[in-house]
């Protein structure tokens, strides 16, 4: 049974000069332009990043133990979700203070077994004003999971959506977003770790990335975004072509092969 009993990290500051270099960089990954003085939403991934040192780390890549981290053994670590509220945009040259705490934990029973779910805040300040907020879900495992990965799936799903945006993204890809965002889970990058102890049937597409995707419909067709949120539904992995959808309604999803909805996602 999980038991995070008397698990009650305290909130943690982190303050950055943001700097134009790792947008720069993302937009490549994109094949787009850099957008400019104003992070996109979501953009902010890239900066207030962690950095372990390699003896830190677990067998997995993440680290063996971090303020919000869960004591739990043997943990298996997934991107469920999360919300974003903007107040106003992160800017290239702004100096921003991340104030990140623990908002909520709740044990929940699964098709494998018990999960918990831990629900992070940061709060985003500039000149001592609230400019942002975000929530991301994270959902762990407890214990050895791993199956016997099914069949990835490869026809290109068909989609219908006033905004469409179709990719597949190959290891290469995911090589370079795991280093714009220092992920060291080797879910990305190690095809046999991936299989064979975590049970996937490939390279995992990372959860952040598939939402920047999502974002990036509205973004393309020149409408702002002030609040956002998503939910992973489950793993796209490398190769499979697969499609954000969106509407100026405010929906947005990717599609995966066999009539998979991997995201959803609403923004306003």
Same mark, same amino acid.
């Given at each position: !049974?999980?038991?995070?009993?008397?698990?009650?990290?305290?909130?943690?500051?982190?303050?950055?000069?943001?700097?134009?270099?790792?947008?720069? %960089?993302?937009?490549?990954?994109?094949?787009?332009?850099?957008?400019?003085?104003?992070?996109?939403?979501?953009?902010?991934?890239?900066?207030?990043?962690?950095?372990?040192?390699?003896?830190?780390?677990?067998?997995? *890549?993440?680290?063996? $133990?971090?303020?919000?981290?869960?004591?739990?053994? $043997?943990?298996?670590? !997934?991107?469920?979700?999360?919300?974003?509220?903007?107040?106003?945009?992160? +800017?290239?040259?702004?100096?921003?203070?991340? /104030?990140?705490?623990?908002?909520?934990?709740?044990?929940?029973?699964?098709? =494998? &077994? $018990? #999960?918990?779910?831990? @629900?992070?805040?940061? @709060?985003?300040?500039?000149? *001592?004003?609230?400019?942002?907020?975000?929530?991301?879900?994270?959902?762990?495992?407890?214990?050895? @999971?791993?199956?016997?990965?099914? +069949?990835?799936?490869?026809?290109?799903?068909?989609?219908?959506?006033?905004?469409?945006?179709?990719?597949?993204?190959?290891?290469? !890809?995911?090589?370079?977003?795991?280093?714009?965002?220092?992920?060291?889970?080797?879910?990305?990058?190690?095809?046999?770790?991936?299989? $064979?102890?975590?049970?996937? %049937?490939?390279?995992?597409?990372?959860?952040?990335?598939?939402?920047?995707?999502?974002?990036?419909?509205?973004?393309?067709?020149?409408?702002?975004?002030?609040?956002?949120?998503? +939910?992973? +539904?489950?793993?796209?992995?490398? /190769?499979?072509?697969?499609?954000?959808?969106?509407?100026?309604? &405010?929906?947005?999803?990717?599609?995966?092969?066999?009539?998979? =909805?991997? #995201?959803?996602?609403?923004?306003?």
């Amino acid at each position: !049974m999980i038991d995070i009993a008397g698990w009650a990290p305290e909130p943690q500051e982190t303050s950055e000069v943001l700097g134009a270099g790792p947008a720069a %960089a993302l937009a490549g990954v994109l094949d787009v332009e850099p957008p400019g003085e104003e992070l996109p939403p979501l953009w902010h991934w890239l900066h207030f990043l962690e950095r372990p040192a390699q003896r830190e780390l677990g067998p997995d *890549g993440h680290p063996r $133990e971090g303020r919000f981290l869960p004591p739990i053994p $043997e943990r298996r670590r !997934m991107f469920a979700g999360g919300r974003f509220r903007i107040h106003e945009p992160l +800017r290239v040259g702004d100096a921003v203070t991340r /104030r990140t705490e623990l908002a909520s934990t709740a044990v929940k029973q699964g098709r =494998t &077994g $018990e #999960m918990l779910f831990v @629900t992070v805040r940061h @709060t985003f300040v500039r000149d *001592g004003a609230e400019i942002a907020v975000e929530e991301q879900d994270l959902v762990y495992r407890s214990g050895d @999971t791993a199956s016997r990965p099914e +069949r990835a799936a490869f026809e290109a799903p068909d989609v219908d959506a006033p905004w469409t945006l179709r990719t597949a993204a190959d290891p290469v !890809m995911l090589f370079r977003f795991s280093a714009l965002t220092y992920n060291a889970h080797r879910i990305h990058y190690d095809e046999a770790y991936a299989t $064979e102890v975590e049970g996937h %049937a490939g390279l995992v597409v990372h959860g952040p990335l598939l939402a920047i995707l999502c974002l990036e419909l509205p973004r393309r067709a020149g409408l702002k975004v002030r609040e956002l949120s998503f +939910r992973a +539904r489950r793993p796209v992995y490398a /190769r499979q072509p697969f499609v954000a959808a969106g509407s100026p309604d &405010g929906t947005l999803s990717i599609h995966a092969p066999g009539d998979a =909805t991997a #995201m959803t996602a609403t923004f306003a």
